[in-house]
Structure formats: structure tokens, C-alpha cells
């Protein structure tokens, strides 16, 4: 009997074992469903949810788009028309109307449209005080979400972000840039023994050099006045540092700062001592090249533009360094004058616009324009194998600059750029005017930057 028992005990123990585990293995089963169902619903939202994204761009990305250029030059103006036929190829539902127009009308003219009711929906522009002046008028678009959604600031450098934003928001998108250093011919540094100069006494040195050689140390034209602000931008960032600088630009200093007389007394030196071309403003930038092609001159502080000037036979024989340090405690500025688009506050296909920035942005766009024309673009994907060897070195130099300058012109109010440049020259013909001119401009500035508030 207790035998009959235990067995009955032993049987439905394990009958109830085993029903325990059929139910868990049962849930774990259900519970895998469960979740491959969950997976697979997710899967399809994703799915569902990426094709009403496409579709929501594809619906954005249609009617019509007005493109306002200054890329009036033959081979830009082909580059932008490239560009624009592009971006119809990759959105067909996009009709661009492209109105070219040369680069000093369009300045003309740019404030009329910006100021209608009926503006384009992009144009092209420059960095620095020239953009951020409409942007403090009201007149440009926040674009920020261009810059969020193509993660522009992984694509571009952090000193072209800096030209690009104000209070926070991006207003600008920069394209292509071109810097400024101080080329010289190698065959004359090699004859004399001369080494690229990295500070300011070795600048000297190599000046001091050449004139005991009877050759001019610097080429300049200041026909155009803008040659010389070169000079006052390099010497005032690197005695100063591009704080003080920009400050000077935006109206935050005062042109009577004791801290100016500094880069004048610097300046003057080379003035005085003979070390530019003679005359230099009976020549224009161009009509003063011809000293440095025929080694009567070695040096010429001017932007990377200057290299498609100089005669072909003389290329080979060019080179560069960085404008000297004067003093290593203050942070490296650099002259980059850069170009790029905006939108108008105004615009009626703002939709259509932000899709074309984001294209112009794109290493795509920025190598065909990289190929066609040789500028050094801001997208950082754009392969260095694209460019020579001079160009190569001035992006790398780059690479390492604490602080962007747009150049004196574009950094200050044009008014006061203008009053400046005058300063500039009247300094060069009478040195010992510095202090009553630099009063003269400071009266200027107080003026000029009192009338925009």
C-alpha cells in the first residue's frame, strides 16, 4: 500500500514537472514572437517612415528657385552653371532661374533686392562685415537648420564657422576661400642664401639682404589701396593679436589706442629703410608684378589670386611663407577672404533654397568646383590630390590659424574702410603725420559707427 502510494506521488510529480516546463518553454516561445513581431513592426515604421521622409524632400524640393550670381568670369560662370544643372539632374521637380550679374553691379544692386519684396531666393556673397551688415538689418535668413541637418560643422573647419554664425544662428555658408602669405621668387633666396623667414627679425634680415643686393625686398601696387590695408591687417593681428583687430573692425576699439602706433612704427620701418617698390602708387597690383617676373623685386604679400597673374615661365619658380610672428604670445590671424551663399530674409521658396545650400555644401558640388577652377574649398573631404603643390601648402597652413580676417574692406563698415585706406596711403607719403591722421580717422569712427546704431 505505501509502495502503491510513493509510486502515485513519484507519477504525478513528475507529470506536473513536466507540465511546468511545456508552459515556460510555451511563454518563451510566445515571448520570441512577441518580440520578432515587435521587431518587424518596428522594421516596417522604419521603413514607412523613411520613404514619407523621402517623399516629404521630394515634395519640399520642387516649384521654383531664383539664383542670384556675381560669378560673372567665363570659367566661374560656366562652374555655376555646372552646379545649377546638377542639382535639377538630382531634383527634377526644380525649375533655377540663374541671373548673372558682374561683380561690382551686383553691389550695386544687392541692397535693392534684399530690401524688396520679390528678393532671390540665394546669392552669392562674401564673408565678414559685408554679410553680417544685412544680417543686423534683418535682411538674411537664419539657416541654422542647414547647418544642423548636414552636420556642416564636421564638414567645414571651426574658423569658417566662426565667419558664418552671429549670436548663435548661422546666417552664412561658406564655399571657397583664398589666403594670403608672402610669395617669393626661390631663385633669388637661393642665390643670396636666404631661408623663408619665420620671424619678424629674420624678416628683416632677409630684407636688409636683398637691398644691399640691389634688389627692391617687396613688390607692392597701391593704385588700389586695398594693397596697402594688406599690410596694416597682418602687422595690426600680428603685433595686436586678431582680437584687438576685429575689434578695431566692428567699431569696439578706438583708432587713437596707443597699441596702433605700434604697427605704424613697424610699418614705417620698412617705408624708410627703402624696402618697397618706388612709387608704388603709380602701379596697380597687376602693373607691379613685372618687378617681381623680372627679379628687379622677391617678395609680394597678396592673396592666392596673384599665382594666376604671374608669367608661366616664372611659376615654377614661386613659393611662399606666412607673413612673419612678431609676437608668439598673441594667437595667429590670418587674411581669408571667403565667399559663399545666403538666403534673403524675404525669400519666397526658402524650402527650395535651404535644399540648394545644403547641395552647394556637399563634397560633390564643392569638388566640381574645386576641379574646374582650383579653389581651395571649405568642405574639409575635398581631396588635397585635386590641387598643386602651392595650393596644397596654403591649405595646410591654414590648418593651424587661431582667427579668420576677411581683409580690411570686408571686415569694417565700407564707409570707414574707405576713410582708412585713405589713412593708409597719406602714412606712406608722410610718416610723421601717423598721430593726426589716425585722430582724423578715430573722429570718423565714432561718426560713421554712430550713424548705423
Known sequence: MKK?????????LSVSMIATFSLAG?????????????????????????????????EEASGELVFNSFRSEPAQKAVIEELVAKF?????????????????????????????????????????????????????????????KADLANQFAKAFQSISYKDGKAYFLPEAYYGWAVYYRKSIFEEYNLSEPKTWEEFLEVCATLKENGITPITIGTKGRWTA?????????????????????????????????????????????????ENAASYSWQEAIPFLAQGESAMYLMGQFV?????????????????????????????APTDGYMIPAKAK??????????????????????EKLGR????????????????????????????????YDRDTLPEIADKGMDVFMEFWDNPDKIQELLERLEEDRQRIFEEQE
Open 26 to 58: 510555451c511563454k518563451e516561445e510566445e515571448a520570441a514572437e512577441e518580440e520578432a513581431v515587435v521587431v518587424e513592426e518596428e522594421a516596417e515604421e522604419e521603413v514607412v517612415a523613411e520613404e514619407e521622409e523621402e517623399e516629404e524632400v521630394k
Open 4 to 12: 502503491t502510494l510513493l509510486w502515485l506521488l513519484i507519477v504525478m
Open 229 to 277: 590695408a594688406g599690410w596694416f591687417d597682418y602687422l595690426n593681428m600680428r603685433i595686436n593679436g586678431p582680437e584687438f583687430h576685429m575689434g578695431l573692425m566692428l567699431g569696439t576699439e578706438k583708432y587713437t589706442d596707443p597699441r596702433l602706433l605700434k604697427v605704424f612704427e613697424a610699418w614705417r620701418k620698412l617705408v624708410d629703410r627703402g624696402y618697397f617698390t
Open 376 to 407: 581651395i574649398m571649405t568642405n574639409k573631404d575635398v581631396s588635397l590630390d585635386i590641387y598643386p603643390p602651392l595650393t596644397q601648402k596654403s591649405i595646410t597652413q591654414m590648418q593651424s590659424v587661431d582667427a579668420l580676417g576677411q581683409f
Open 349 to 370: 521658396n526658402v524650402e527650395n533654397a535651404k535644399i540648394f545650400l545644403t547641395f552647394l555644401a556637399s563634397l560633390e558640388a564643392q569638388n566640381i568646383t574645386a
Open 307 to 335: 599665382l594666376n597673374s604671374i608669367p608661366e615661365d616664372i611659376q615654377p619658380d614661386m613659393d611662399f611663407f606666412q607673413f612673419p610672428i612678431i609676437d608668439p604670445s598673441v594667437p595667429v590671424g590670418e587674411d
Open 88 to 148: 535639377e539632374e538630382l531634383n527634377p521637380d526644380v525649375n533655377v532661374t540663374l541671373n548673372t550679374t558682374a561683380t561690382e553691379e551686383f553691389k550695386n544692386s544687392v541692397r535693392l533686392w534684399l530690401a524688396s519684396d520679390d528678393p532671390p531666393d540665394v546669392i552669392t556673397w562674401f564673408a565678414g562685415n559685408r554679410a553680417m551688415y544685412f544680417v543686423d538689418k534683418g535682411l538674411i535668413l537664419d539657416i541654422s537648420d542647414v547647418w544642423e
